[in-house]
């Protein structure tokens, strides 16, 4: 039972460029969500997050999109830089222990 | 400030033979977490303790896994014995408490290949 779901295995942007990441999720009560990035042999670290109650959060290049509605939630990253290329985790809590619900990832490449 | 530690990075066993994994969170987390990351796959949750206590092992495998949080600091997770499909990172991460505010911070993991 996939309730975070990140149908891209992998994207390929240009430097300079707009990433747009995406993920869907299927259960209404999650009431925050998070991105996580994951460099190669190392942990996940945090990245931005979104509360439910909001459709929008911005943290210098990186911009979180919510739409409850669809379900559907975005990491834009603008512009693109070398260093953004890594591994993106959506990533939902649910319930009073704050447990995370993780999508599969996204490989993010940023090409020069 | 250091951060969560993890040992060894890497093990390679052969099916049915134990293995055992070490986490030293940050300093003052109450709250830590062992996943199960399987290539291709996000982390799942395996334990999670506060202090030391045990919040939720439901998703543990306990026929064959175990972890333990002696004196709320230190944890180790345990398999006996090991099955393919146990090859996986074993992510441990930690944080203050357990709040929507309250940062997962993780270590690098420990890759398993079960042989």
């Known amino acids: 039972d996939q309730q975070v779901k990140q149908n891209s295995p992998s994207l390929s942007v240009q430097e300079g460029r707009i990433s747009i990441l995406n993920c869907d999720y299927t259960?209404?009560?999650?009431?925050?969500f998070l991105w996580y990035k994951k460099y190669p042999a190392e942990g996940p670290t945090f990245l931005i997050s979104?509360?439910?109650i909001k459709d929008k959060n911005e943290d210098g290049r990186f911009t979180v999109f919510l739409n409850k509605s669809a379900k559907h939630l975005s990491l834009h990253i603008v512009p693109s830089q070398p260093g953004d290329s890594a591994v993106y985790f959506c990533?939902?809590?649910?319930?009073?222990?704050?447990?995370?619900?993780w999508g599969a990832g996204t490989k993010l490449i940023i090409k020069p | 400030e250091a951060g969560v530690a993890q040992s060894p990075r890497y093990k390679i066993i052969e099916k049915r033979q134990s293995v055992a994994f070490w986490c030293n969170p940050i300093?003052?987390?109450?709250?830590l977490y062992w996943y199960q990351q399987i290539l291709g796959q996000g982390p799942k949750l395996l334990i999670q303790?506060?202090?030391?206590?045990?919040?939720?092992d439901s998703q543990l495998p306990k026929d064959r896994f175990s972890a333990e949080r002696l004196k709320g600091v230190d944890s180790t997770l345990k398999i006996q014995p090991a099955k393919l499909e146990d090859s996986a990172v074993y992510l441990c991460?930690?944080?203050?408490?357990?709040?929507?505010?309250?940062?997962?911070?993780f270590g690098p993991g420990t890759r398993l290949t079960v042989l």
């Open positions: 259960n209404s009560m999650f009431d925050y």
């Open positions: 303790f506060q202090n030391n206590g045990v919040v939720d």
């Open positions: 300093s003052g987390h109450a709250t």
């Open positions: 979104i509360s439910s």
């Open positions: 990533a939902a809590i649910r319930g009073s222990n704050y447990q995370l619900i």
């Open positions: 991460a930690s944080s203050l408490g357990t709040s929507n505010n309250n940062e997962q911070f």
